[in-house]
Nanobody, 120 residues
Framework: QVHIVESGGGLVQPGGSLRLSCVAS????????MAWYRQAPGKQRELVAR???????KYSDSVSGRFTISRDNAKNTMDLQMNDLKPEDTAVYYC??????????????WGQGTQVTVSS
């Protein structure tokens, strides 16, 4: 069983910064891709940023240049540094990880989410 926990959300003013963290624990053989998604009220969940095990990153157009995704493979953690936050960044942010529990068995795992609110 795999357990994923996000942290670091909160209330911040426009233009401010937050750093989200995600940690995976449990029966982990290895983790392939990791990603941050977000879901605003009344909207579908959307991809924010993704990072491969080798560190290749991809960002949505709406956050490119403001957010930075990173990970530590040894610790099974992933971070999202969010700068120049805007009200439209307000959402619940979710960590997603493609976790291999054995060499050949993988599952997509989600955290419970952390709320980010950008407001003056």
């Amino acid at each position: 069983q795999v357990h994923i926990v996000e942290s670091g959300g909160g209330l911040v003013q426009p233009g401010g910064s937050l750093r989200l963290s995600c940690v995976a624990s449990g029966s982990i053989f290895t983790i392939a891709n990791m990603a941050w998604y977000r879901q605003a009220p009344g909207k579908q969940r959307e991809l924010v940023a993704r990072i491969t095990r080798d560190g290749i990153t991809k960002y949505s157009d709406s956050v490119s240049g403001r957010f930075t995704i990173s990970r530590d493979n040894a610790k099974n953690t992933m971070d999202l540094q969010m700068n120049d936050l805007k009200p439209e960044d307000t959402a619940v942010y979710y960590c997603n990880a493609d976790v291999f529990t054995t060499a050949t068995s993988a599952e997509g795992s989600w955290g419970q989410g952390t709320q980010v609110t950008v407001s003056s």
